[in-house]
């Protein structure tokens, strides 16, 4: 396919691992999700609009995710990616044993004290599930609507935590009450995870001790039939689950985007990147910009601004895969939680290799933290393996990191910003990127 011809369900596909990493979820999840739902929408018998309305909700079904994670490490005092798994596979309803994983999750890693400190902020906190869930299916939702997809799209994904029995959240609706496309993305994801990690029984012991709880009787029971489907089980959990699920597409062809529509999609995801800390709100965004206006000044053409302007609003997607624990710590990072940052630029690179429409960019997006001089992170590639464009865009992050506020500093000025710059200029930092942040920075170029 052209640029002007993407499938987006092969973007969306590939995106879904950034998503995957910010849950806490094992690589594929969504991917995993995807058919089971699929397959429980075919024997249901939904209608091809259903179908294709489930598809993106599946797709999307943690595109909210990020936005509670600061909430979520602050509150248990704990690595946020290690919570909410730990956190989803136990049965809130059972009182008892909520209040024993809450209890051994809870400032996980730190002093007796500390645990029992978060434990018992956790228990006067009253509605925070809710109200954790509430943000997370709001955005989701919100994301979904955002890209043009149907509303059926948008309350599946803002109802996929509500239980048949009308104890999820974050409305508490029961039964028939709850869309049918949230009802099957609910069990999909509970049945994929289960069986990811602990096989096919207990896969089929959790639907069945949810059954009428959580879960729809009649979809609990679809899934109970498949126990014995050896050859389904086996292509969940092979490399041909990817191409599987860009088949599940309904309605025949791939839906195709345009560039205006894939920019969209850029624009949303940087949108799930920036919400995973208080302190990135908007970065992404004002990087791309910088980056299009340094890029501007020395004179790039339509195409490469846009992919320019991509890679910016991206270049951190690898983010998510960081502990909320470490990205919001108010002091110095120990060496630990230093190797664990400089794992995002990695992240950046698999995850946007795997989109065609982006891998022309994902080299120089994941580039952002090198220098010159072989000192950055996390390749140590020198002066002559970096190309322009990635220059370009490491002095923009730069940039935008000094002027914008940190858990450990308040936001520099423009004059301080870019005299700090300036002493790396043509030893770390590239002196035509510096000049050309210089002149798109000057007052009335913004």
Not at 244 to 259: H, Q, T
Not at 385 to 412: C, M, Q
Request: aromatic share 6%; hydrophobic share 40%.
């Amino acid at each position: 396919m052209t640029p002007q011809q993407l499938s987006i369900s092969e973007v969306l596909a590939a995106l879904s691992y950034a998503l995957d990493l910010t849950e806490g979820q094992p690589a594929g999840h969504t991917i995993r999700a995807c058919l089971v739902g699929m397959r429980l929408g075919s024997e249901v018998g939904l209608s091809v609009e259903e179908c294709t309305a489930l598809y993106y909700a599946l797709l999307l079904k943690d595109a909210g995710c990020s936005s509670n994670a600061a909430r979520m490490a602050s509150l248990f005092g704990a690595d946020d990616r290690v919570v909410k798994p730990r956190m989803k596979g136990v049965d809130w309803h059972r009182r008892i044993r909520l209040a024993l994983r809450t209890a051994t999750t809870a400032g996980l890693g730190g002093s007796i004290a500390d645990r029992a400190r978060h434990f018992m902020r956790i228990a006067r906190s009253g509605e925070v599930t809710r109200e954790l869930i509430q943000i997370r299916c709001d955005r989701g939702a919100g994301i979904a609507r955002r890209l043009g997809f149907p509303e059926n799209t948008c309350s599946a994904i803002g109802s996929l935590d509500e239980h048949w029995c009308g104890l999820g959240y974050p409305h508490g609706k029961a039964g028939e009450d709850i869309p049918r496309l949230a009802r099957i993305i609910n069990i999909a994801q509970t049945v994929e995870a289960f069986q990811y990690d602990k096989g096919v029984a207990a896969a089929m012991r959790v639907t069945r001790a949810r059954r009428g709880t959580w879960f729809d009787p009649a979809l609990a029971d679809l899934v109970l039939g498949w126990r014995k489907d050896r050859e389904w089980w086996r292509l969940l959990n092979s490399p041909d689950a990817q191409q599987a699920v860009l088949d599940a597409e309904p309605a025949g062809e791939p839906r195709v985007i345009d560039d205006e529509e894939l920019d969209e999609i850029a624009r949303a995801f940087a949108d799930i990147i920036d919400a995973k800390s208080p302190y990135t709100f908007e970065h992404s965004t004002r990087v791309a910009a910088y980056a299009e206006r340094m890029a501007t000044v020395l004179q790039y053409g339509e195409v490469d601004l846009r992919r320019m302007r991509r890679a910016g609003l991206l270049h951190d997607i690898g983010k998510l895969g960081v502990s909320n624990r470490i990205l919001d710590k108010p002091g110095k990072l120990d060496l630990p939680e230093m190797q664990e940052v400089e794992l995002h630029p990695r992240h950046t690179y698999d995850i946007l290799s795997r989109v065609p429409a982006f891998a022309s960019f994902a080299r120089m997006a994941a580039l952002h933290h090198e220098k010159l001089d072989g000192t950055g992170y996390p390749w140590g590639v020198t002066a002559e393996r970096l190309d322009r464009d990635a220059r370009i865009l490491a002095v923009a992050d730069i940039y935008d990191a000094l002027t914008s506020a940190r858990p450990y500093r308040e936001a520099l000025s423009r004059d301080v910003a870019l005299q700090i710059i300036e002493s790396e200029r043509g030893t770390k930092l590239c002196g035509e990127a510096v000049g050309a942040l210089v002149t798109a920075t000057e007052a009335g170029s913004e």
